[in-house]
T-cell receptor, first 116, second 113 residues
């Protein structure tokens, strides 16, 4: 079946512009996560959504970052007034549940963001 | 301090060599432990996992044992292949970290024929 998809795959933007990244989770997955992977570093958690519960935004690095999710479907991550340090690969993942069970998170291919 | 610390790379091995990639973690409680792999040009995918102490996760010839006494989850493979060349990430979830995955920095593995 279809996996997690993300668009665009690559985005080059000028410093100061806003960007919007999209994630389509696996159908039926109630939990959705955003992570950031800077060059040569591990993944940093940004935000997650579970159904209609309030999202956990504890990983968002600044108020320039925001994310939305409509129900259990598509999510968009928005970065306003982009800075060069925002350059990274942004990864989306989804899973069946956000409970304490070890449900596997399935990752999308990522969006490579370059801020010039 | 770091919650997950793994061996720095790159690790370069010849085909059929023995592989160990060290991973240690810092946690209270009982997190679940994972190894993820990212092959060139592909997305991150789960390689194996262990959910409690002394559990051994295994897949594709790779193994890792959840060692609570040493807070470690080292990845091993007896005989690597060129196709194992990838970036390997150790991660944990649960305990005080809740439901998000906390990743190590990743270890690049290069296998030469």
């Amino acid at each position: 079946g279809a996996g997690v998809s993300q668009s665009p795959s690559n985005k080059v933007t000028e410093k100061g512009k806003d960007v919007e990244l999209r994630c389509d989770p696996i159908s039926g997955h109630t939990a959705l996560y955003w992570y950031r992977q800077r060059l040569g570093q591990g993944l940093e958690f940004l935000i997650y959504f579970q159904g209609n519960s309030a999202p956990d935004k504890s990983g968002l690095p600044s108020d320039r970052f925001s994310a939305e999710r409509t129900g259990e479907s598509v999510s968009t991550l928005t970065i306003q007034r982009t800075q060069q340090e925002d350059s990274a690969v942004y990864l989306c993942a989804s899973s069946l549940d956000m409970g304490q069970g070890s449900y596997e998170q399935y990752f999308g291919p990522g969006t490579r963001l370059t801020v010039t | 301090g770091n919650s997950v610390t793994q061996m720095e790379g790159p690790v370069t091995l010849s085909e059929e060599a023995f592989l160990t990639i060290n991973c240690t973690y810092t946690a209270t409680g009982y997190p679940s432990l994972f190894w993820y792999v990212q092959y060139p040009g592909e997305g991150l995918q789960l390689l194996l996992k262990a959910t409690k102490a002394d559990d051994k996760g295994s897949n594709k010839g790779f193994e890792a044992t959840y060692r609570k006494e040493t807070t470690s989850f080292h990845l091993e493979k007896g005989s690597v292949q060129v196709s194992d060349s990838a970036v390997y990430f150790c991660a944990l979830k649960g305990g005080e970290y809740g439901n998000k995955l906390v990743f190590g920095a990743g270890t690049i593995l290069r296998v030469k024929s």
